[in-house]
């Protein structure tokens, strides 16, 4: 009876073997159609990165770098006592606002009998011997040193106080025969070595006398025919341009006078002149300069005076100008020396940021540059600077060079000193230019090349010379044109992002 059932559990087998065939052949055929179908979608993908192309388009471009650094305020004035005094009171705190005229601290009362009689002996002596000094001024100015007259400032009719205002003396003289032009050096070159110097449409040979790291100086003979402040090229024998800068006298000396009105004027530009010449006439000369300096120290020795009698009745310090209390330790109680320093008076008008650089980004920074900055403590504002100073003494952090650089600011009254800052510095910008992305550029031999794409469809490889470039865009200065398209280079992370693969935890480029 057992035998019977067999041949029925056999054919039960190989129905389910079937069953199984079947569904692991639907299966493979299902895998086949979607890897054909993922194969196609990244040859897709490919084929989309590679025809990937941008038009060569004008725009504006700049070049720019970063740094960090903080507020500081860009006037601050220490404090200090004359005398040796005792510190009584304090009205202000360390890191307080305070307003001109405000109580700030007072010092104990001090015996200063000897010394204020001291200075008040000196005072009446000095002012004897001003009532006995000739007051009435020289009414001719004459040449201090020999030379030829580079510059004439003054005229007939001006005023000596308002040229010496707005220029640095009345006239300028050559004193040493010498024409200097100092430039940033562009090539190879040794001090003593002989140049040529362009100036207008002529040459004259000139030496490189002073080189100080990029900077240098090329003098040449002077003569009526030169000029200073016009601009000319320094260049090598062999012709190579060393740079570009203004003429100037090698030796200039500026002659000045006290008060007056120019009567008239005894020389012509270009003129050689020798000492004790007379240069010019004047009239309604107020005071001689001895006398001039005699009142000064008359003024001077009368605030010392002045100043010791506050000290003797108890000395009340005060503000001059509105700012901020900054470094004030001391204590009621407490002595300090003259000459002190009790607080500084950090003075909020204006503002400056003082940016760390990096050695590899400060070549370039120049005093004048457009500057960039934000504070972390006052958020979506954007404060306008200008660069100030730049330190050419570096500081080593970490291996690195930082170099210090001051940005005033303006309109900054929100920003408080010590607050951190960032700061980004226009080095360079230009507008209307022919402008390529960054990522159709490739280096072939140390050259920079793009691949054009033609209208047929084909490729071209051509050389190009850049101009300005930053992290997006560059400056083609020959090359291709505008309206040109360019094949962007695809980097193969890119091209895994375009298909929606994440590299996440991967270094594929």
């Not at 298909?499 to 935890?505: A, Q, R, T, Y």
């Amino acid at each position: 009876m057992k035998n019977q059932g067999y041949p029925k559990n056999r054919k039960k087998s190989h129905k389910k073997l079937w069953i199984i065939l079947g569904i692991v052949a639907a299966v493979l055929v299902i895998l086949v159609v979607l890897i054909v179908r993922g194969l196609s979608n990244v040859a897709q993908q490919l084929t989309s990165a590679m025809e990937n192309t941008a038009e060569v388009r004008k725009g504006e471009i700049q070049v720019t770098t970063e740094g960090i650094g903080v507020v500081e305020a860009s006037e601050a004035a220490a404090v200090a006592p004359e005398y040796n005094v005792t510190l009584s009171k304090l009205y202000k705190q360390d890191g307080e606002p305070v307003l001109a005229g405000e109580a700030i601290a007072e010092y104990e009362n001090l015996v200063l009998d000897d010394t204020i009689a001291t200075l008040e002996s000196r005072l009446s002596q000095l002012e004897q011997q001003l009532s006995y000094m000739d007051k009435s001024g020289s009414t001719t100015v004459k040449a201090p040193v020999s030379g030829r007259i580079k510059e004439l400032y003054a005229a007939e009719g001006d005023s000596v106080m308002t040229v010496q205002k707005q220029q640095p003396g009345l006239a300028l003289i050559s004193a040493d025969g010498q024409m200097k032009v100092e430039f940033s050096l562009e090539g190879e070159a040794t001090e003593g070595q002989k140049v040529r110097i362009s100036y207008e449409d002529s040459e004259v040979e000139g030496r490189l006398e002073e080189i100080a790291g990029s900077q240098a100086a090329a003098y040449f003979e002077d003569s009526d025919r030169y000029e200073i402040g016009v601009e000319v090229t320094v260049s090598a024998e062999d012709g190579q341009i060393l740079g570009r800068g203004i003429t100037a006298c090698g030796h200039g000396v500026y002659v000045t006078a006290d008060s007056g009105i120019v009567k008239s004027v005894s020389v012509k530009k270009q003129e050689k002149i020798s000492a004790g010449n007379t240069l010019f006439r004047l009239e309604d000369v107020a005071y001689s300069r001895e006398y001039l300096t005699a009142l000064e120290q008359r003024e001077q020795l009368a605030g010392k005076v002045q100043t010791a009698r506050e000290y003797k009745k108890g000395f009340v310090v005060t503000a001059e100008t509105d700012g901020i209390i900054s470094g004030l330790t001391a204590r009621p109680g407490d002595s300090l020396p003259a000459g002190t320093p009790l607080y500084t008076l950090l003075q909020t008008e204006t503002y400056q940021a003082v940016l760390q650089i990096d050695e590899l980004d400060v070549k370039g920074i120049e005093k004048g540059q457009q500057v960039e900055v934000t504070a972390d403590a006052i958020p979506d504002t954007v404060y306008q600077g200008t660069v100030t100073g730049i330190s050419l003494a570096g500081e080593n952090t970490g291996g690195v060079g930082v170099y210090k650089v001051t940005v005033s600011l303006e309109l900054a009254e929100e920003l408080l000193p010590g607050m951190s800052a960032n700061g980004k510095i226009t080095k360079d910008a230009k507008k209307d230019v022919l402008l390529v992305p960054v990522d159709t550029l490739k280096t072939i031999d140390g050259k920079k090349s793009v691949t054009v794409v033609k209208p047929d469809g084909t490729y071209e490889s051509r050389e190009v010379t850049l101009g300005l470039v930053n992290n997006e865009f560059a400056e083609v200065l020959e090359g291709v044109s505008e309206g040109e398209k360019l094949q962007v280079i695809m980097k193969l992370s890119d091209i895994y992002s375009q298909m929606g693969i994440s590299l996440e935890g991967t270094s594929i480029e």
